[in-house]
T-cell receptor, first 116, second 113 residues
Framework: AQTVTQSQPEMSVQEAETVTLSCTYD???????LFWYKQPPSRQMILVIR??????QNATENRFSVNFQKAAKSFSLKISDSQLGDTAMYFC?????????????FGKGTKLSVIP | SQTIHQWPATLVQPVGSPLSLECTVE??????LYWYRQAAGRGLQLLFY??????ISSEVPQNLSASRPQDRQFILSSKKLLLSDSGFYLC????????????FGDGTRLSIL
C-alpha cells in the first residue's frame, strides 16, 4: 500500500517570498504519478502541478515548481513570489501507474497562509 | 472545455434520513468518476469510483452507495444517514486512461443532526 506524508501541518510566508512544502511517499512501485492540489477556503480542489516518476526533469507551472527526488521518495512544492491568493490547504497525492490504477492517495495537507 | 457540477453545496439532514448527492460532468465522454469524503483536518478518502455506466467500485465499507445511471452522472446515496457521515464530499472526474489527473467539483458540506 502507498502512503503519503506531509510533515508540515501549517506554514506561513510573507507575500512575494518563496516557500517550500514538503511531501514524502512510500511505495514499492517503480512507475507512478505525483500531484499537488490546492484547496482554498472556497473548498474547491484545484490541480496545481503533476510529475511523472519516469521523468527526471522537475515539473514547473508558472510560480509553482517541484523538487522530485525519486531515490529519497520526496516531492516538495516550491511557490515563488507568493501571493495572497496562494493561501490554501495544499495536498500532495500519489497514484500508481499501470492499467487499473485509479486511486489517488492523499497526504493530510499543509495549511499555507500568505501574510501581507 | 470540461466542467463538473456537484449539488447541493450544503445539506443538513437528520440521523436516519436518506441521502442523494448528484454529480454531472460536461464536455467529455466516458470519464472515470469518483466520490471522496474529506473529514475535518484530514486529506481525502476515496469512497467509490466508476469506469463506466453501472460499474462501481467501493474502496471503503460503509452505509453509503454509489450509482452511475448515465455516462456523465454519478450519484452518492444512503438509505439511513449516521452521525459519522458528516463531512465534505467531493466528486471528481478524470480521463479514461490510467493516471490522468482528477478534476474536482465544488463539494457538498453534509451535516448530520
Amino acid at each position: 500500500a502507498q502512503t503519503v506524508t506531509q510533515s508540515q501541518p501549517e506554514m506561513s510566508v510573507q507575500e512575494a517570498e518563496t516557500v517550500t512544502l514538503s511531501c514524502t511517499y512510500d511505495t514499492s512501485e517503480n512507475n507512478y504519478y505525483l500531484f499537488w492540489y490546492k484547496q482554498p477556503p472556497s473548498r474547491q480542489m484545484i490541480l496545481v502541478i503533476r510529475q511523472e516518476a519516469y521523468k527526471q526533469q522537475n515539473a514547473t507551472e508558472n510560480r509553482f515548481s517541484v523538487n522530485f527526488q525519486k531515490a529519497a521518495k520526496s516531492f516538495s512544492l516550491k511557490i515563488s513570489d507568493s501571493q495572497l491568493g496562494d493561501t490554501a490547504m495544499y495536498f500532495c497525492a500519489f497514484t500508481a501507474s499501470g492499467a487499473g490504477s485509479y486511486q489517488l492517495t492523499f497526504g493530510k495537507g499543509t495549511k499555507l497562509s500568505v501574510i501581507p | 472545455s470540461q466542467t463538473i457540477h456537484q449539488w447541493p453545496a450544503t445539506l443538513v439532514q437528520p440521523v436516519g434520513s436518506p441521502l442523494s448527492l448528484e454529480c454531472t460532468v460536461e464536455g467529455t465522454s466516458n470519464p472515470n468518476l469518483y466520490w471522496y469524503r474529506q473529514a475535518a483536518g484530514r486529506g481525502l478518502q476515496l469512497l467509490f469510483y466508476s469506469v463506466g455506466i453501472g460499474q462501481i467500485s467501493s474502496e471503503v465499507p460503509q452505509n453509503l452507495s454509489a450509482s452511475r445511471p448515465q455516462d456523465r452522472q454519478f450519484i452518492l446515496s444512503s438509505k439511513k444517514l449516521l452521525l459519522s457521515d458528516s463531512g465534505f464530499y467531493l466528486c471528481a472526474w478524470s480521463g479514461s486512461a490510467s493516471n490522468q489527473p482528477q478534476h474536482f467539483g465544488d463539494g457538498t458540506r453534509l451535516s448530520i443532526l
